[in-house]
């Protein structure tokens, strides 16, 4: 995993912002390029380096990535690379692709371009490469159907998406463009298409470009966020994506994030386009950048449900009280150490503003004997509940205001948590609705993140939740005792 760089001729950058591949020994990437190239298909030096890792083989000699992703500006050529994939897939591999995409149109002109290269139908006089032809057994074409069979055993059918998925059929390859119009739904529906493919190895592909803010279409979404944040090994991904907006008429960010400016889009077309796009349209659209609307919820439901547990009777407990940044919200969670097994965590309950110190104060103060530490986080209302309880005799070594490096450590951690199953949950909506719900809020200038409300969901159940497991887990660490209830 590395972030790109570029620099040399007057050509958009070949290297991608951010790349995420494993560890390969060989590749059939440069033989489907070579192949395509003395088919009307060359390919640019970005796309060649997207397709040695869509091809790589690891040491079993299988395909070394079963889910790749590619993001890519508007107008660069990321239909030319799947088209190579797709064309040296059938013809070579003998896979059976399904090429999905949101528009029908999308889905047809991609079936034309591939048939024009094997001919209208079979035995076809005017086909322009006369081999490929010959590899042709059948098309079908009735009832929306596009679909192409070769003697090889390789077929490839395209259609749209559909929340049920569709008709049926079994497939090695599951190809997801306009991946930025993906839903959970159509996502489910379509996963299990290629569970089981004839050649025994399969592979998926999402590619796209980032998703608008009022689609609901976040698939493609938590694809990138879990490819840049959590770096899963059998997978890989291409970005050419601003981390930051640039302005509209930055001519160097054209060529940054552009790998085919020079090549098939010109300074033209970017120019027209940044003097009639809204700024962060255009940067959506030219720049790769994704609006914070747009990024995923990191927890998905079943994961979040396979965390659910009963909270253990005895251990060492831990309180959090996070305060919403809207001045609506707060938050109060529990944790605990058990002699044995992983911190669980509940959240205790949820406030409004009004009255909120009071409640909380006395809350506290009850428990001021059984309480590890208690973690009191927000701009407002933090200080002053502090005070409360410092003023009421409340220890003060067992409060602990968080600063920003340990917000970092608290949500790295917790979510690591999750992921492995270190840690368990009590039952509770409002709890799953914001841990499932809450998205990546970008902190710092490393790729650092912490939840984040979202426009149907509130962050703060679930940041005072991470906050009560990190307590339990830096300062309750001492043998377990009897505990009371929450």
Not at 289 to 317: C, H, K, M, V, Y
Not at 404 to 422: N, P
């Amino acid at each position: 995993m590395r972030e790109g760089s570029c620099s040399g001729a007057r050509v958009g950058c070949q290297e991608p912002t951010f790349r995420l591949a494993p560890e390969y020994p060989d590749s059939e990437g440069d033989l489907a390029c070579k192949l395509s190239a003395g088919y009307d298909m060359p390919a640019f030096e970005w796309q060649r380096l997207v397709l040695r890792d869509w091809l790589a083989r690891g040491e079993d000699g299988k395909l070394a990535c079963p889910t790749a992703g590619l993001m890519v500006p508007r107008q660069n050529g990321k239909n030319a690379v799947i088209e190579i994939r797709e064309f040296y897939g059938i013809a070579i591999r003998g896979e059976a692709i399904l090429h999905t995409t949101h528009e029908y149109q999308s889905a047809a002109k991609a079936f034309a371009r591939l048939r024009w290269r094997f001919g209208e139908k079979r035995n076809d006089p005017n086909a322009p490469y006369r081999e490929l032809n010959r590899l042709v057994r059948r098309y079908t074409l009735s009832a929306g159907q596009m679909i192409l069979e070769l003697e090889n055993g390789g077929m490839i059918e395209f259609r749209t998406r559909t929340a049920d998925g569709g008709r049926g059929g079994t497939f090695d390859v599951l190809v997801m463009d306009e991946a930025q119009q993906l839903t959970d739904k159509q996502n489910k529906a379509l996963s299990s298409v290629n569970s089981a493919g004839p050649l025994g190895d399969s592979q998926t592909i999402y590619a796209g470009t980032p998703p608008a803010t009022d689609t609901g279409a976040l698939v493609f979404s938590r694809l990138h966020d879990e490819a840049v944040y959590d770096s899963p090994a059998a997978e890989c991904w291409a970005d050419w994506s601003a981390k930051e907006m640039p302005e509209r008429d930055d001519v160097e960010a054209w060529y940054r994030y552009n790998p085919s400016l020079g090549l098939v889009l010109t300074e033209a077309a970017l120019r027209r386009d940044a003097s009639s796009m809204l700024p962060e349209d255009f940067a959506v659209e030219h720049y790769g950048f994704w609006p914070r609307e747009a990024q995923s919820n990191p927890i998905s439901e079943q994961l979040w449900r396979a965390r659910l547990a009963t909270g253990p009777a005895d251990g060492r407990f831990c309180y959090a009280i996070k305060f919403g940044a809207d001045r609506r919200s707060v938050a109060l969670a529990g944790g605990v150490r058990p002699a044995d097994g992983p911190v669980h965590v509940e959240l205790i309950r949820t406030l409004s503003w009004e009255g909120s110190i009071d409640e909380l104060a006395s809350y506290i103060m009850v428990r001021r004997e059984k309480a590890v530490a208690v973690v009191l986080d927000g701009i407002t209302g933090a200080p002053t509940l502090e005070a409360r309880l410092l003023d009421e005799g409340f220890p003060a070594r067992k409060l602990i205001r968080p600063n920003g490096r340990q917000l970092q450590e608290a949500t790295s951690r917790f979510y690591e948590a999750v992921k492995s199953g270190q840690m368990t949950h009590g039952p509770g909506e409002p709890l799953a609705a914001s841990a499932c719900g809450s998205i990546r809020r970008p902190i710092g200038k490393d790729g650092a993140w912490a939840f984040g409300s979202a426009p149907q969901a509130d962050s703060t159940p679930i940041e005072a939740a991470a906050w009560a497991w990190w307590a339990v887990e830096t300062r309750a660490k001492r043998k377990a005792r009897r505990a009371v209830v929450w």
